[in-house]
């Protein structure tokens, strides 16, 4: 089971507040992505009689857009943050890149990562391309493989990434005269679970069942001094 989260942070004295809201226009310059079941690193020795070693990846990135042409759109990736927790191994990728969908015949996809990869044990810069530029996700989400340029006989890493943007809340109403307040969100085709706290830092509890609606009423939550709510997707 997948599970991401997305804070709206601040006491509910920043009502009415709004977060960004997703469009696939050009004046929606940034958007942040995450890592969903079945993203994937590969490392590999060619040389080596060992099997690949394969693990789950975590994480997130930022998608900024660049600029559009009557052919392709263009991105900067950013904040690459990745993770995969492995015994006895800690993988986390860091970095930066490039991506660029469109095409004139049919729809096509190129990503470019310069990441660096650590192990727990030595740390690697990895350039990476994907060799497959075929699109098996409707936009936004993004499904793309890519492998090292870089690599040595010894040691090859490749990433398998099916992202999709993080869900975001677009707005807090409070209604003075019942006490309540009205969540909204962003969808990305998900399951979403509101959770509620009262400090930033947490513990959170779910306040709210698992839905897919894109809104939710905390009733009576203008009683309280102040609130943290959260977004956690399944």
Not at 5 to 29: D, I, K, R, V, Y
Not at 161 to 179: C, E, K, V
Not at 216 to 225: M, S, Y
Request: glycine letters at 6%; hydrophobic letters at 40%; charged letters at 15%.
């Amino acid at each position: 089971m997948n599970l991401r989260t997305t804070l709206l942070s601040g006491p509910l004295l920043l009502a009415g507040c709004l977060a960004t809201a997703w469009a696939q226009l050009p004046s929606e310059t940034t958007r942040i992505y995450t890592l969903l079941t079945g993203s994937e690193l590969t490392d590999d020795c060619p040389i080596c009689d060992r099997i690949p070693i394969v693990v789950p990846l975590t994480g997130t990135f930022r998608l900024q857009f660049i600029e559009e042409t009557p052919l392709f759109t263009r991105y900067q990736i950013q904040d690459i943050a990745f993770r995969a927790d492995t015994k006895p191994s800690l993988y986390q990728v860091t970095g930066t890149g490039t991506y660029e969908l469109g095409g004139e015949v049919a729809v096509v996809q190129d990503m470019f990562l310069d990441v660096n990869i650590t192990n727990g044990f030595t740390n690697t810069r990895a350039l990476c391309v994907n060799a497959d530029r075929t699109v098996t996700q409707r936009w936004p989400e993004i499904q793309i493989e890519v492998g090292q340029t870089n690599g040595t006989e010894t040691q090859v890493y490749s990433l398998k990434l099916i992202a999709a943007p993080a869900l975001q809340f677009r707005a807090i109403i409070p209604d003075r005269q019942t006490g309540d307040v009205r969540l909204q969100w962003d969808s990305n085709g998900g399951q979403a679970q509101v959770e509620r706290a009262a400090a930033v830092a947490g513990p959170y509890s779910p306040i709210s069942p698992i839905t897919t609606d894109l809104s939710f009423t905390d009733v009576g939550a203008l009683t309280n001094h102040a609130l943290f709510y959260r977004l956690r997707q399944y």
